[in-house]
């Protein structure tokens, strides 16, 4: 008799009888459920007690290597953690879909070297989706989904030389990555680095390092070695990314790095793909893995090193679902793995910044740009002395500068982080606000889209030419600038110019808006207009100024991490001018030169505006030094939502022997989404206190309807 738990949401594992020939802890089982069969994992043995008779057998046993015991402690950890249920973390682990097929061959499909008689449409539809992923193999199937063409099509073009069809066994090896082969040269500073996290790698035991660089200093080649040391002694790397659009270029250089392609893990990757990776990870055919925040539940065989590029971004937080910080359980998973993790930035995450400080983490600065290039000189101007003709955002002073870039063949860049064409729509018959009908937001006008949209819920709707409330006719008036209003002023301002717009939603697919950069980058255009996509990792060696439109825009607001947030955009946005020989320079318009963090900003002192902002948090009880736990609760119905808050908060009795504290219930800062009302709560506690138990126990305690959901966020990142 065996324990199984099963993907299902039951609240505990479930007993079965082995089958013949018994079956190891960990093995991947396919068990009955009632009428159904379903997947679930061998968690040790039976509980017993209850008729053996009515006992069910396992169905199964699927041919893939058994959960570690590793992985299984790691599951549990990080589910007592993130207050998860045990088959909702089981869930994340075996995302890969096809695990119960039985090994067999498979025909796929792959870009091929003859051209087409002539180019169709769907020809050239399916070529792309081939292009776009790389070497990557799909079925049939697969391959006339993403290109929206029927079977037909593909065959045609495998007649004609143009795709390969093979007939592969599913699920090869990856092909090997030689950590033999010469990296590239490193500087000084860069090989001390990559020197410590070697000693690192090869001591075998268990080590956080956060690496901190300015852009452009080369952090990407030093952690590459450490990768490297880890190939080199026979254990698997993975290194994630917070954006996916980045990972080709990052996949290029892995590439000239070892030799190889390493494997994928993200939303982009297919199907065929995905189930092969996470075979592959489990029985070792593949060294490295390069993905999103989920590749961290991967069955790795033996996990040697996580790296986390870019671990202050927000992306890492998965805000949907299971609630957990990917860079916060690297290090759970690293530390049970006996791995090394390298958390790689410019621009630190204010936790993992007093974690180096006090002596957590291991401490790399990489100091100097590599190669000639130098940081970008930066100013403040002054938008109180600034004369502002009425509807613009660029300042005079900040055109002429743009100005000079262009007549010198330099680029320039204007940010402003804010899509649409404007955040506000006003009637200036009623002063009504067009505001989305779901939820407890603005609409948003975009008129490249020649529409309005929700920017939390995806709601939209083609711009209205009557107001929607007085039904005057033509009163209906953008308020303020986003990004593609910038333009069109950019566009007055400089009508020589060649204007480029820089703006997530402005690009269909991920390889659009790479051969956008790829142009751009080597002069397509004399101005960059751009939101916070161009401050990621982009290279723009001609850009030589970067003005920054509003530097207040994230000073705002009740978020406890406004402060740190608005100082990595800026110094990330900074830094993207100046990157190749030319020195570049950065103009922030500002209302509050004063403002401590735009003093801060300025003075690229950074050091000083972290021990700064600990110290404010510190003596606040926030998170690093203080606890804190985030209640959203939701109903259809707002009454019902404020009820359950006022009833958790009357029977605080948990939260208060624990020592802690719990604020509301308010409305939640984004009080409605999608019709759901929302209130929020907030559970506060010092350092030390078993928090997750606590809530846990408080939650339990009390009856709240069924028609009301509830979602709990330890460490909430952002609180909306
Ligand atoms: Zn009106
Ligand atoms: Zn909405």
Redesign the pocket.
């Known amino acids: 008799m065996v324990s199984v738990l099963t993907t299902q949401p039951l609240d505990r594992p479930l007993d079965y009888l082995a089958p013949e020939g018994g079956v190891a802890d960990g093995a991947f089982v396919m068990v009955p459920l009632g009428p159904r069969q379903v997947l679930g994992v061998v968690w040790g043995r039976g509980l017993g007690g209850f008729d053996l008779k009515k006992a069910r057998r396992i169905h199964a046993v699927l041919p893939v290597p058994p959960m570690r015991e590793e992985m299984r402690d790691f599951l549990t950890r990080a589910g007592d953690y993130t207050l998860t249920s045990m088959p909702a973390m089981l869930r994340l682990a075996t995302r890969a879909p096809g695990l119960t097929n039985p090994p067999s061959m498979q025909k796929v499909y792959r870009l091929g070297e003859g051209e087409p008689d002539r180019m169709t449409d769907a020809r050239s539809r399916v070529l792309a989706v081939l292009e776009e992923f790389g070497g990557l193999a799909f079925t049939l199937k697969e391959l006339s989904d993403a290109a929206g063409v029927t079977s037909s099509v593909i065959k045609g073009l495998v007649k004609q030389g143009a795709v390969f069809e093979e007939n592969t066994p599913r699920d090869l090896p990856f092909p090997r990555l030689d950590p033999a082969l010469p990296g590239k040269t490193l500087s000084e500073a860069q090989q001390a680095a990559s020197d410590t996290l070697r000693e690192g790698i090869n001591s075998g035991r268990y080590g956080t390092t956060l690496l901190r660089g300015i852009t452009g200093s080369g952090k990407t080649e030093v952690y590459l070695e450490a990768v490297a040391a880890c190939l080199a002694k026979g254990r698997q790397a993975m290194v994630l990314l917070p954006e996916i659009a980045l990972s080709a270029e990052f996949l290029s250089r892995v590439e000239k790095r070892f030799g190889a392609r390493p494997a994928e893990w993200h939303s982009g990757v297919t199907m065929t793909e995905r189930r092969r990776t996470w075979k592959m990870v489990a029985e070792g055919g593949a060294q490295l893995v390069v993905g999103a925040r989920s590749a961290l539940f991967l069955p790795y065989r033996d996990l040697g090193l996580i790296v986390v590029d870019e671990e202050h971004d927000s992306s890492y937080k998965q805000e949907d679902g299971v609630l957990y910080n990917a860079r916060d359980m690297a290090v759970l998973r690293a530390s049970l793995a006996g791995a090394q993790v390298v958390l790689a930035s410019a621009t630190p995450s204010l936790e993992s910044w007093v974690n180096a400080q006090a002596g957590k983490y291991r401490r790399l600065d990489l100091k100097s740009r590599f190669g000639s290039a130098a940081l970008p000189e930066m100013r403040a101007i002054d938008m109180r002395a600034e004369d502002m003709p009425k509807g613009r955002w660029i300042s005079p002073r900040l055109q002429s500068e743009v100005m000079k870039r262009v007549e010198n063949g330099e680029q320039a860049l204007l940010f402003l982080n804010r899509r649409g064409y404007a955040p506000v729509t006003l ?6 606000q067009i505001e989305c009908p779901q939820c407890d937001a603005r609409m948003v006008e975009h008129r490249f889209l020649k529409r309005l949209m929700c920017h939390q819920c995806g709601e939209s709707m083609p711009i209205p030419e ?7 006719e033509g ?2 008036s953008a308020v303020g600038p986003g990004v593609e209003r910038l333009t069109e002023e950019a566009t007055e301002l400089f009508p020589e110019a060649r204007i480029a717009t820089l703006s997530s939603d402005l690009f269909a697919s991920a390889r659009a808006l790479k051969q956008a950069v790829e142009t751009i980058a080597t002069g397509g255009a004399d101005i960059i207009v751009g939101t916070q996509l161009v401050a990621k990792g982009h290279n723009f060696p001609l850009l030589t100024l970067v003005g920054v439109i509003d530097a207040d825009l994230g000073l705002h607001g009740s978020d406890m991490r406004a402060a740190e947030k608005t100082f990595q955009l800026m110094r990330q946005v900074a830094g993207r001018a100046g990157r190749a020989e030319k020195p570049g320079e950065a103009l922030m318009q500002t209302f509050q030169p004063e403002h401590p963090v735009i003093r801060a900003i300025l003075s690229g002192d950074e050091e000083e505006f972290w021990n700064a902002e600990a110290e404010s948090r510190a003596q606040a009880g926030m998170p690093p030094f203080g606890r804190m736990a985030g209640i959203i609760l939701s109903s259809e119905r707002a009454e019902e939502a404020f009820e359950a808050g006022t009833m958790l908060a009357r029977h605080d009795g948990p939260i208060r022997q624990a020592g802690a504290v719990v604020y509301g219930p308010a409305p939640a800062p984004i009080a409605r989404i999608r019709g759901w009302h929302r209130v929020r709560m907030l559970v506060k506690a010092p350092k030390g206190v078993a928090l997750q138990r606590a809530v846990s126990d408080w939650i339990g305690g009390v009856r709240l309807p069924k028609t009301l959901r509830l979602s709990v966020d330890i460490d909430p990142q952002s609180f909306y």
């Open positions: 009637c200036r018959a009623c002063g009504d009557t107001c929607p409330k007085c039904e005057a009163t209906l």
